[in-house]
């Protein structure tokens, strides 16, 4: 076997590779937020549990921060350095996560950890983008995006597995050896690419951008906590979207911007950064309320309630094997009006549930749910790169990526905000509410009708959208 061919062959492994390293990515951030109200780590520590969740805010803003400049970084020193970088810092960071012994080490360490999330998530993204043809990026893209999809649902019963027969602790060491294996097969597959003429670095677009989506990702953090003031929370989004317009008219005035936002005239593109936002945040409230559902409104323990949510992971994956079938059969602008229409209703359905729903109906429903998830999440990722030149690649997948995290976080907020707002319109009073089945039910409906004021922007669409993905690769 030759170079060429061997080089083909790795190439074919990359999307599972990414796909690998995301993986350990979501999953730490996702059992995390199971373990910290248990209060196993807030006794190691000696400080209360609500304290803990600073370790959860300062690993959010870092990914705020430093996302919008991975693609330069990964244009000026290489794909494969930038990657390879990432996986050491994200490791070390989680070693010195697990080997903590008090909060302000454990912050630490978590900006550290925040600052290899960023760089490894959007430059992987990129890596892959760049190095699969267009005949086979729906297969590659759909691989790359299960783990941001399935995570969420796998967390939960991970992590109360974790905190209740092991150490807290592990949740953290246990990404040692997938570290590794991951750095060894990185410079076994990746070739070290970088921009032929890189972009002198835009350092005001970097403090605007970065300080747009610290305000609005702390705004809505603070806005999705119990008790937290909402005045403060609608402060600090409201000042970060103030800054979002200047970063916007500072990068419509430079001939190199760190985000370029000239990429949104692409109507497939803006409509899976613009019209994909809104989605991801009805659709990306559910994993927010689900388990709470579950908790709070059945009285089920957190285990048990992780183990239904199993039900929504094996939809992810079952219907990740067809996604390119659908989307080669369908195109991308039908499955995307009937997929969001379908995770509306069954958004909705999520909230009917109550504890005397039989078994069969309640893991029918959120097993449909984690389809129509897995379906829209991979139709959107896959669309975005279908009309995106080479040389605009690195600015739109930065772009892209800061979308995505900034709806992920604007997901819960939405989540926790509909609850508060439920039990408010009830007549409940006081810092911390008590939730009740209906307050669920007006969440989920809230959240599924957010989901269905997505399907204007689907219908706008050409029909032919995505057509050069889909015939490629027939």
């Known amino acids: 076997m030759d170079h060429t061919q061997t080089q083909s062959s790795s190439m074919r492994f990359l999307p599972y590779l990414v796909a690998a390293t995301f993986f350990m990515e979501y999953l730490d951030t996702t059992v995390l937020a ?49 990657f390879s970088g990432a996986i050491v810092v994200f490791t070390v960071a989680s070693v010195l996560c697990g080997a903590s012994n008090g909060l302000v080490e454990f912050t630490a360490a978590r900006v550290l950890q925040g600052i290899g999330g960023a760089m490894m998530v959007p430059v992987g993204r990129l890596i892959v983008v760049r190095n699969t043809d267009k005949s086979q990026l729906i297969k590659a893209i759909s691989t790359i ?116 936002f000239t990429t949104l005239r692409v109507p497939t593109f803006s409509v899976t950064v613009v019209t994909g936002s809104i989605t991801r945040i009805g659709i990306g ?25 199993l039900a929504s992971a094996l939809g992810n994956l079952g219907m990740k094997a067809l996604t390119t079938r659908v989307l080669q059969h369908y195109g991308f602008r039908a499955t995307a009006i009937v997929d969001v229409a379908f995770a509306s209703v069954f958004i909705v359905a999520c909230g009917c549930l109550t504890p005397e729903t039989p078994l069969a109906i309640v893991l029918f429903v959120v097993f449909i749910y984690g389809v129509t998830r897995s379906m829209q999440f991979s139709t959107l990722a896959t669309l975005a790169y279908a ?42 009073a006081g810092d911390v509410p008590h939730f009740t089945l209906g307050d669920f039910r007006w969440a989920f409906l809230f959240a599924g009708m957010m989901t269905l004021v997505s399907l204007i922007g689907y219908v706008r669409l050409s029909p032919d959208a995505g057509r050069n993905l889909a015939s490629r690769s027939g």
């Open 34 to 82: 199971t373990a910290l109200p248990g209060g196993q780590m807030a006794h190691s520590f000696g400080v209360g549990p609500n304290d803990l969740s600073l370790g959860m805010t300062a690993y959010m803003l870092a990914l705020a921060v430093f996302i919008p400049i991975s693609g330069w970084i990964a244009d000026r020193f290489g794909s494969r350095t930038v």
């Open 145 to 260: 995006t299960w783990p941001a999809i399935v995570a969420p649902v796998v967390g939960p019963p991970i992590g109360g597995f974790i905190t209740t027969y092991a150490s807290w602790r592990w949740i953290f060491l246990l990404n040692v050896p997938f570290g590794i294996a991951a750095l060894i097969a990185t410079f076994m597959m990746i070739r070290n690419e970088r921009a032929s003429d890189p972009k002198p670095l835009d350092i005001v677009g970097f403090l605007l951008s970065g300080t747009t989506l610290t305000f609005v990702l702390y705004g809505t953090e603070l806005a999705s906590q119990q008790g937290s003031s909402l005045a403060t929370a609608g402060a600090f989004v409201a000042a970060g979207l103030a800054l979002g317009v200047l970063a916007v008219r500072h990068a419509a005035a430079r001939e190199h911007p760190l985000l370029d």
């Open 285 to 309: 409230a559910v994993p927010y309320l689900m388990p709470l559902l579950f908790q709070v409104g059945f009285g089920l323990s957190a285990f048990r309630s992780g183990l239904l949510l």
């Open 387 to 428: 009309d995106i030149a080479q040389k605009q690649m690195s600015s739109a997948n930065t772009l892209w990526n800061a979308a995505q995290q900034m709806s992920i976080g604007l997901g819960i907020a939405f989540g926790s905000l509909s609850l508060r707002i439920a039990a408010s319109l009830r007549g409940e």
